[in-house]
């Protein structure tokens, strides 16, 4: 089957709740299929616009829906200028179709979805991964460290199974309680003074300055986390219709001041706990990592493990320390149409102008 077959159908924000527009068309993979949390998820993201509600982009070959890639505007500030760019996820092509290369197509063509022609997203997938170095994405690689309670989920995650999972992950348990103690005591240490509070989502005052410590960091290149992008993700999640009880915001506290913050997001299902973003005002950066380590061992009460991404070397290397080493790596991806306007700023390919985080993207999927 060649790709001459195939035909792109794009599927609007406001067609999500209903297959009506695309009830011509056979959907043995259900790819038509969008969850109510997922519906609300896209209605209510603060960044989409007249120009741009395609939610859903199709490859269909025949009368048979073979292939999706779902879409989320997003914003990008460079140099102090604004550019609409899109996010994609859930990247989907029936095995028996892939030699249409309709994945290559979808990926390829992703940031003309966006008014200035850019996409940005995140994703670990290996299959993922593959189609975006085909394509000729710039990526920024995140080493991933795991932070463990219960080593069966992870040892699951890198093929074992059965009794012999078991036996090993009631060892590796004993070496990772042992492994959180003494983290958890040198974490103490080296944020004493300072205090971890949940943040509420519902307080503007507080997500304002939030914003302000993201909109501080000398990074020339950042995805817009502001006040709306916080409410935005903060209440709305792809697989919890109520997002606030696997989200949270913690501010970092000195005194009553507000001094930084961590947002993360507990586990469902086979999912991990992750860390999501953070930030520190006043030039501390060294306290970085002491902080997500407590803020995991917040996240770890109702998760087996913990996913901390690091891009930076200064995290890399406290993580690497007291950590497993990173077995697996998550990636940050920009795709520039040669006519965007952004691809005149310089260096904005270059991973060290960027303010790199794994919530980058797919925050509201993860």
Known sequence: MGSSNLKIVLRMVDELSSKANCSEYEDPDHLLEVSLSQVATFKNNPYLNANNRTAQVLGVVGKRIVGSLKLMPKRIVADDNNYEVVSGTSLFVNMAFRNTLLGITLVQDEPSFSRDGVCLGSGSSLAGRKVIKLVGRTIFPLKQFFYVADAFALIKKFGM??????????????????QRIVVDMIAAYNTRGYSLRVLSADDEAILEKVAGIVRSDNKRFREEHDVAWFKWVLNYDFDALDARSVKRLWGVFLGERLEGFVLGRYGIGNKPAKILDWGMSGGKPQLVPWIMLKVARALIKRS?????????????????????????EQIVSLGINDDSSIATHEG???ANNWRIRPGIGDAPFS
């Open 161 to 178: 199974r059965g009794l012999k999972a078991r036996l090993v992950s009631c060892c590796a348990n004993i070496v990772f309680g042992m």
């Open 304 to 328: 087996s493990y913990v996913v901390l991404s690091a891009g930076e070397e200064e995290l890399s290397r406290v993580f690497r320390r007291l950590l497993l080493p990173p077995a697996s």
């Open 348 to 350: 904005v390919r270059d």
